[in-house]
């Protein structure tokens, strides 16, 4: 049985693919680039393509399809860089993975306190031997309320680790669970947005979230409020979120995901214009700290995409069905 790998990472995956190819029974077809009319043939007698956050288009799918490929696997949680529809249409199953929850909790944790104590600035004044105080003065977590977006998985995580610092948590989810009443009361989003200090997010990109964030619920929020996105870039209206910062309205924001990130996340493009004039905007604001989606990225984390993976591919190709299938 053969996979074929797509964005394979020779720094941080290559050891986890050596391990559970050899696991789970399966040759591994390495493609470091990534996917493809001009390598598509590399999947050319696989069972399925393991991929991530990289443009799976119609065109791609019906080519792997004529091929014998069956199943594509994303490599990540969120998959809406696959043309659904299109693997609907050739037959081709999806399926997603899943990944230890700590990896996005800790990190939103972290990046919820370094907005908080306006590290950014710390930090870049340090770096100029500008040890003054004036403008760095921050606040203290136990005294807000932080609202938290989805209760999920990596949400409960969040809220989990929140309860430690003694705040007020606030959350919300079309689908309560009594695990994480013992930390957090339940609101319905618009009194989650009205109450909270910080507001952090953690939902999928769907139709019903897509821009959840914009002018008129920003409307809704206090004056000062900190936006946190670890989820998916959609979420939030970025444009809105601009004029946000630049009005004061929003007091901060930490980003580690940002909307139309497709194809410039994980490159080096320190001497090219990026053609992104959001991220340009965002990046050198003094009240943003923004990082390149890097939430996940944990070595348990790594470990886990790469073996759930396969181990769909392996579900699928035996005649079972993946547990993170999508369609």
Same mark, same amino acid.
């Given at each position: 049985m053969? @996979?074929?790998?797509?964005?394979?990472?020779?720094?941080?995956?290559?050891?986890y693919?050596?391990?559970f190819? #050899?696991?789970y029974?399966?040759?591994?077809?390495?493609?470091?680039?990534?996917?493809?009319?001009?390598?598509?043939?590399?999947?050319e007698?696989?069972?399925? *393509?393991?991929?991530? %956050? %990289?443009?799976?288009?119609?065109?791609?799918?019906?080519?792997?399809?004529?091929?014998?490929v069956?199943? @594509?696997?994303?490599?990540?949680?969120?998959?809406?860089?696959?043309?659904?529809?299109?693997?609907?249409?050739y037959?081709?199953?999806v399926?997603?993975?899943?990944?230890?929850?700590?990896?996005?909790?800790?990190?939103? *944790?972290?990046?919820?306190?370094?907005?908080?104590?306006?590290m950014?600035?710390?930090?870049?004044?340090?770096?100029? #031997?500008?040890?003054?105080?004036? !403008?760095?003065?921050?606040?203290?977590?136990?005294?807000?309320?932080?609202?938290?977006?989805?209760?999920?998985k990596?949400?409960?995580?969040?809220i989990?680790?929140?309860?430690?610092?003694?705040?007020?948590?606030?959350?919300?989810?079309?689908y309560?669970?009594?695990?994480?009443?013992?930390?957090?009361?339940?609101?319905?989003?618009?009194?989650?947005?009205?109450?909270?200090?910080? @507001?952090?997010?953690h939902?999928?990109?769907?139709?019903?979230?897509?821009?959840?964030?914009?002018?008129?619920?920003?409307?809704?929020?206090?004056?000062?409020?900190?936006?946190?996105?670890?989820?998916?870039g959609?979420?939030?209206?970025?444009?809105?979120?601009?004029?946000?910062?630049? /009005?004061?309205?929003?007091?901060?924001?930490?980003?580690?995901?940002?909307?139309?990130?497709?194809?410039?996340?994980? !490159?080096d493009?320190?001497?090219?214009?990026?053609?992104?004039? #959001?991220?340009?905007?965002?990046?050198?604001?003094?009240?943003?700290?923004? %990082?390149?989606?890097?939430?996940?990225y944990?070595?348990?984390?790594?470990?886990?995409?790469?073996?759930? /993976?396969?181990? /769909?591919?392996?579900?699928?190709? /035996?005649?079972?069905v993946?547990?993170?299938?999508?369609?």
């Open positions: 053969k @996979i074929a790998a797509y964005n394979y990472r020779d720094f941080d995956e290559a050891k693919f050596e391990k190819g #050899q696991e029974g399966v040759e591994i077809v390495i493609c470091r680039e990534a996917p493809n009319r001009e390598n598509a043939h590399l999947a007698g696989c069972v399925g *393509v393991s991929v991530i %956050t %990289t443009e799976i288009s119609e065109d791609l799918i019906r080519i792997w399809k004529e091929m014998g069956k199943h @594509i696997s994303t490599r990540t949680i969120g998959y809406d860089h696959i043309d659904l529809d299109a693997a609907r249409k037959g081709m199953t399926s997603n993975v899943s990944y230890s929850t700590g990896s996005v909790a800790d990190y939103t *944790v972290m990046i919820i306190l370094m907005a908080l104590r306006r950014k600035t710390i930090l870049r004044r340090a770096d100029g #031997q500008d040890y003054s105080l004036k !403008g760095s003065i921050g606040r203290e977590i136990g005294d807000l309320t932080v609202g938290v977006v989805g209760t999920g990596i949400g409960e995580h969040v989990r680790n929140l309860s430690g610092f003694g705040c007020r948590i606030l959350a919300s989810d079309p309560e669970k009594e695990s994480v009443r013992k930390y957090a009361s339940y609101v319905s989003k618009d009194e989650l947005f009205q109450l909270s200090d910080v @507001i952090t997010f939902t999928p990109a769907l139709p019903e979230t897509y821009h959840m964030v914009n002018e008129e619920t920003l409307k809704e929020m206090k004056d000062g409020v900190i936006l946190v996105n670890a989820a998916r959609s979420i939030i209206d970025t444009e809105a979120l601009i004029k946000a910062l630049e /009005s004061k309205k929003v007091g901060a924001a930490a980003l580690d995901v940002v909307e139309n990130e497709l194809g410039i996340f994980y !490159g493009y320190k001497y090219q214009v990026i053609g992104h004039r #959001q991220i340009s905007i965002l990046k050198d604001m003094p009240n943003v700290l923004f %990082t390149p989606h890097m939430a996940f944990t070595e348990q984390a790594v470990s886990d995409m790469v073996e759930h /993976s396969i181990e /769909s591919i392996v579900a699928e190709a /035996s005649g079972g993946s547990k993170s299938r999508v369609i």
